[in-house]
């Protein structure tokens, strides 16, 4: 293994130039260009896209693979990935009760263990980046920053009254904002969980913690219809509608669910700009009922990105199962092939997403001038095969191709290479979570 490999593959090591050749590069640019042709990555950044003759210090032979920018999952609870499978087929306040009473018993130890699960899943299935909601985001950001991520990390804030955090949710949140403000791969985000644990007040504080840190506030929204006749008993207002009276809603803000939703509320989150992230998984596997309403979305020009939710209610971080998942919901509720076509699909969890988080200037496509966040799948594996440049996006949305990526590239740096997860012992980590689990289960 040649000296370079470990440098540039260390989240702690210097980054230095690397050729990535002969790939077909899906580079979800402003034009979709499917290329033939090569990448130039160097200090993080992608500098050249085409032909070039410079000296490298590495190269990424992608002969037969698929080149394309990294997925973004906008809605998550990472360190849940250790409460997979641990709470399936429930009524939704079952299902509730049983993951907060195990979330409860939860050591910062565990917390950080399910956090680096999750990474390494997300990593090995193509995810460069995620927007997490959770507490103890100090904890999560080790974990990040460890296996080498892209974290937009979202501080849960609540009443007091319903936390089991320790101390005050709002002043732990800005405290964490602060922390994390220089932080290259760790983004700090303000998180209201939701307008049934959140007062108006509460609400407001978050928000204005976001914007004096200029970070933007993600929260769930709509979606089961309990939550939205409970809100609508007790306001008299259904919460976007509240939500816009009030003045909470802001520009760059990322809204989870959004299933429950009437076209007025739709207009509202499109004058607030606010995002969506559609969680289509969760939503059926809780059998919330509904289907987001994605076709008028597009139409109001609310910015659409796609989410796992946590492993609970998933059970996956898997964003290409999520794509198609998404895909097919749609296509089946309206009763047309055409509503969710590939190309859309794949825009929503890559330049879409980063539009949502507010980064489209750095992530979501392979442009010169854009980080490095990059997976590579093999083409010849067997369930990609045939790939030919005119079926490449449907075979990316469709044929399920997590089990062929090989290569993932955050920041310039190496976090999976040739199928090996490079900067973190992913066997510690795998023995780490099943003992966490056993012991949490034996409490
Ligand atoms: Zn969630």
């Known amino acids: 293994m040649p000296d370079s490999f470990n440098t540039l593959s260390h989240p702690g090591g210097r980054r230095l ?15 979709r260009q499917i290329l033939r042709d090569n990448l130039l990555v160097e200090d993080g950044v992608i500098t050249k896209v085409g032909k070039f003759r410079d000296r490298v210090d590495d190269t990424l032979d992608a002969t037969d693979c698929i ?22 087929d429930l009524k939704l306040e079952q299902f509730l009760e049983k993951t907060f009473s195990i979330d409860a018993l939860r050591t910062p130890e565990d917390i950080e263990i399910g956090a680096e699960l999750g990474c390494i899943e997300m990593a090995r299935s193509g995810t460069t980046c995620f927007l997490d909601l959770y507490y103890s985001q100090d904890v999560i950001a080790r974990a990040v920053e460890r296996v080498g991520l892209r974290g937009y990390l979202g501080w849960a804030v609540l009443d007091e009254e319903h936390t089991t955090q320790k101390g005050k949710p709002l002043a732990n949140c800005e405290r964490f904002v602060k922390e994390y403000a220089d932080s290259t791969l760790v983004n700090p985000v303000v998180a209201p969980q939701g307008v049934y644990v959140c007062s108006d007040d509460t609400l407001m504080a978050a928000k204005d913690i976001a914007s004096r840190a200029g970070t933007f506030c993600h929260y769930h929204l709509s979606e089961t219809r309990r939550e939205v006749y409970d809100y609508v008993r007790q306001k008299g207002l259904r919460p976007v509608e509240h939500l816009e009276k009030i ?39 809780l059998a919330s009922g509904g289907v987001a309403p994605l076709p008028e979305m597009f139409d109001e020009g609310i910015c659409v990105c796609l989410g796992t939710d946590g492993c609970s209610s998933n059970n996956s971080l898997d964003m290409f199962q999520e794509m198609k998942t998404a895909a097919l919901l749609q296509k089946s509720s309206r009763w047309d092939a055409s509503v969710m076509p590939a190309q859309k699909t794949l825009d929503i969890a890559t330049i879409g997403a980063a539009r949502a988080l507010g980064a489209e200037r750095e992530i979501g496509s392979l442009e010169p001038g854009k980080r490095a966040d990059i997976v590579v799948v093999d083409g010849r594996n067997p ?23 090989r290569d993932t590239i955050i920041d310039g740096r190496f976090v999976l290479r040739d199928r090996q997860i490079v900067c973190v012992d992913e066997e510690r980590i795998v023995d780490g979570a099943a003992s966490a689990v056993n012991r949490l289960l034996s409490v």
């Open 247 to 285: 003045g909470f809603l802001s520009k760059g803000d990322v809204a989870a669910h959004c299933v429950w939703l009437t076209v007025n509320e739709l207009k509202a989150l499109a004058r607030g700009g606010v995002s969506a992230a559609h969680c289509p998984t969760s939503n059926m596997k």
């Open 383 to 405: 369930a990609m095969t045939p790939t030919r440049l005119d079926n490449i996006v449907a075979n990316l949305v469709y044929a399920g191709p997590s089990k062929a990526v």
């Open 67 to 88: 080149v394309m920018p990294g997925l973004i999952n906008c809605h998550t609870h990472v360190s849940m990935a250790l409460m997979r499978g641990m709470a399936d």
């Open 17 to 31: 130039k690397l050729a990535i050749v002969n790939g077909i590069l899906v580079t979800q640019n402003r034009n």
